[in-house]
């Protein structure tokens, strides 16, 4: 069946421009994650929701940073104005539940370069 | 808090031979452990996870993973590596569902 899948592949902004990142999950996953990987922190948790509980954010580094998830299924990452710091690799994810012990099926990212 | 280290950045190894990706965790109560694989450009790629029961799990593509609580390890091996096995590994705990990651090994295979 279809993995995750993310669009755009790739994207190049300028600072100070506001970014939308999306996310198609597995058909039937519950959960949904995002993630951020870079060169400096590896790769660091986001955000993440779970049917229709409000969405665990504890890991967004800043307010310029927000998620939504409509209708339980595609996710919106949306970034306002970008920093350069804001450059990275940004990845979806999604599992049946929201257990420690489902497994996360990540799609192909998002590379997000901010000029 | 929990979390996983890698302490090699990479490692080396020949076709054939025997690989062996470290892992070492700290959790507090039953660790939920995850290896992952990450070609260039591309995603994450699920291996294989512990929960419980057999200390030996078995995982895609011919690897697999040792858990030793005594030794709080979870080391990903594979009897006989190939060149495609190249690529960055990445081990994981999970925490309250949210994975915490290791800063990822690069395994090189040469023929």
């Known amino acids: 069946g279809a993995g995750v899948s993310q669009s755009p592949s790739n994207k190049v902004t300028e600072k100070g421009k506001d970014v939308e990142l999306r996310c198609d999950p597995i058909?039937?996953?519950?959960?949904l994650y995002w993630y951020r990987q870079s060169l400096g922190q590896g790769l660091e948790f986001l955000i993440y929701?779970?049917?229709?509980?409000?969405?665990?954010k504890s890991g967004l580094p800043s307010d310029r940073f927000s998620a939504e998830r409509t209708g339980g299924s595609v996710s919106t990452l949306t970034i306002q104005r970008t920093q350069q710091e804001d450059s990275a690799v940004y990845l979806c994810?999604?599992?049946?539940?929201?257990?420690?012990?489902?497994?996360?099926?990540f799609g192909p990212g998002t590379r997000l370069t901010v000029l | 808090a929990q979390s996983v280290a890698q302490p090699e950045d990479q490692v080396n190894v020949a076709e054939g031979n025997p690989l062996t990706v470290k892992c070492t965790y700290s959790?507090?109560?039953?660790?939920?452990l995850f290896w992952y694989v990450q070609y260039p450009n591309r995603g994450l790629q699920f291996l294989l996870k512990?929960?419980?029961?057999?200390?030996l799990v078995k995982g895609s593509y011919g690897f697999e993973a040792e858990f030793n609580k005594s030794q709080t390890s979870f080391h990903l091996k594979k009897p006989s590596a190939l060149v495609s096995d190249s690529a960055l590994y990445f081990c994981?705990?999970?925490?309250?569902?949210?994975?915490?990651f290791g800063q990822g090994t690069e395994l090189s295979v040469k023929p």
């Open positions: 994810a999604s599992s049946l539940g929201a257990g420690a012990k489902d497994t996360q099926y």
């Open positions: 058909s039937g996953h519950t959960a």
């Open positions: 929701f779970q049917g229709n509980s409000a969405p665990d």
């Open positions: 959790v507090s109560g039953n660790p939920y």
């Open positions: 512990y929960i419980t029961g057999d200390n």
């Open positions: 994981a705990v999970s925490q309250g569902g949210k994975l915490i």
